[in-house]
């Protein structure tokens, strides 16, 4: 009976798939079609950590950011296949180090699937990959980098069979959140990165090509629009932080997009004193504060189930970089739950669409300089 149990469940998640196609790209943006006829599998019974990169208060499973996003996908998962055991982790420090030896913690503990979101495992994993080959790992905004590369400065990248490297582009999801805040009838903006890393940058630069486009789809004019530039310089809630965020509220800042994690926490609340907005990031944070109008997404929740998947049917897709973009979903703003009164559902549809077919093109470079404006009007500290 629990042989035929797992047949039926194994034969709905393929049939799934069959239908879905893969919901991931290459970076390059190719894609894997699913094979035509594929045989039914046992499923692997699935033992699935969540890693933290640093210790609390710095990461939190209840970040209501990005650590929250992979959890996410994880209940999912286990919501549809009840037998599957999970489990959360935090490092004793914030050292690659001690993410090696957290990861090992994790498979001392029966892990045979281990997730670990965010840039600062790029490292850990370069050499985790190797020391247990027998787990699946899914890390999230980044891929497996030597520490040590042969070339001083060079950027060497190494995705062994059992990782899958997902990618966001953060640039498309930036944008979307400049051009609803424009289109709503913003004209003096914020952004407020953690640290200059690929992904938040990313978010920054595409936050102003949004705003360029709905400044040019308007018909503004040239420096109507506005946008303070800046970064924090970390990750976690601090009063330095919200003093920050304060400053720029009452410098006459009507909106903030913020992309650094738990530091949104702080930013919030400088919006809720100054009666002010913020655009959250990575999922949605409505919850979080009435201040949030709306949430740049990332596809943490889907992405994550959908690696569990496959590695529950025998088809995960490891050993190379995923991309996730307006074209499978994998990016968006959070609209069921916005609090917009003038940036409509039907005008989130066109731009999304001009985005997911290719129409409209977001630069993700990291150098501000190719970011060029000319009606809007950057500030940046």
């Given at each position: 009976m629990k042989k035929y149990f797992k047949f039926m469940i194994a034969l709905a998640f393929l049939v799934v798939l069959v239908a879905c196609g893969n919901n991931g790209d290459d970076t390059d943006g190719g894609a894997t079609a699913p094979d035509t006829e594929i045989d039914v599998v046992d499923l692997v019974d699935v033992n699935v950590f969540l890693i933290a990169h640093s210790p609390a208060p710095y990461s939190t499973l209840d970040d209501g950011s990005f650590n929250q996003g992979a959890q996410d996908g994880i209940l999912r998962f286990a919501a549809a296949n009840p037998g599957t055991v999970h489990s959360f982790l935090q490092p004793h420090t914030a050292s690659d180090e001690a993410r090696i030896d957290i990861i090992q913690d994790a498979i001392d503990q029966g892990a045979n699937v281990i997730v670990l979101p965010g840039f600062h495992f790029q490292h850990a994993l370069y050499e985790a990959q190797d020391l247990f080959p027998d787990v699946k790992f899914i890390l999230l905004?980044?891929?497996?980098?030597?520490?040590?590369?042969?070339?001083?400065?060079?950027?060497?990248?190494?995705?062994?069979?059992?990782?899958?490297?997902?990618?966001?582009?953060?640039?498309?999801?930036?944008?979307?959140?400049?051009?609803?805040?424009?289109?709503?009838?913003?004209?003096?903006?914020?952004?407020?990165?953690?640290?200059?890393?690929?992904?938040?940058?990313?978010?920054?630069?595409?936050?102003?090509?949004?705003?360029?486009?709905?400044?040019?789809?308007?018909?503004?004019?040239?420096?109507?629009?506005?946008?303070?530039?800046?970064?924090?310089?970390?990750?976690?809630?601090?009063?330095?932080?919200?003093?920050?965020?304060?400053?720029?509220?009452?410098?006459?800042?009507?909106?903030?997009?913020?992309?650094?994690?738990?530091?949104?926490?702080?930013?919030?609340?400088?919006?809720?004193?100054?009666?002010?907005?913020?655009?959250?990031?990575?999922?949605?944070?409505?919850?979080?504060?009435?201040?949030?109008?709306?949430?740049?997404?990332?596809?943490?929740?889907?992405?994550?189930?959908?690696?569990?998947?496959?590695?529950?049917?025998?088809?995960?897709?490891?050993?190379?970089?995923l991309r996730f973009e307006a074209s499978n979903n994998g990016v968006g703003l959070a609209m069921n739950t916005a609090r917009l009164q003038n940036f409509t559902q039907a005008q989130y549809d066109s731009i999304f669409s001009r985005l997911a077919s290719g129409e409209v093109n977001v630069s993700g470079s990291l150098d501000m300089s190719d970011i060029t404006t000319t009606l809007v009007t950057v500030n940046a500290q």
């Open positions: 905004d980044a891929s497996p980098v030597n520490p040590n590369p042969s070339v001083p400065d060079a950027r060497e990248v190494r995705v062994e069979p059992n990782v899958a490297a997902i990618h966001y582009a953060e640039e498309q999801s930036g944008f979307l959140a400049g051009y609803a805040a424009v289109m709503e009838g913003y004209r003096d903006l914020g952004f407020l990165g953690g640290n200059p890393v690929p992904a938040v940058v990313r978010f920054g630069h595409g936050f102003i090509q949004g705003a360029e486009f709905a400044a040019d789809s308007l018909g503004l004019d040239e420096g109507e629009v506005t946008i303070h530039f800046e970064y924090l310089g970390g990750f976690g809630p601090s009063p330095e932080f919200q003093a920050t965020a304060g400053a720029i509220f009452a410098a006459g800042r009507e909106v903030i997009f913020v992309a650094a994690g738990g530091a949104g926490n702080s930013v919030m609340a400088a919006a809720e004193a100054a009666g002010a907005s913020v655009i959250g990031v990575d999922v949605d944070q409505y919850w979080q504060s009435d201040t949030i109008i709306t949430s740049a997404l990332k596809g943490l929740e889907v992405s994550v189930y959908d690696m569990l998947t496959g590695v529950a049917t025998g088809t995960f897709d490891g050993g190379r970089e």
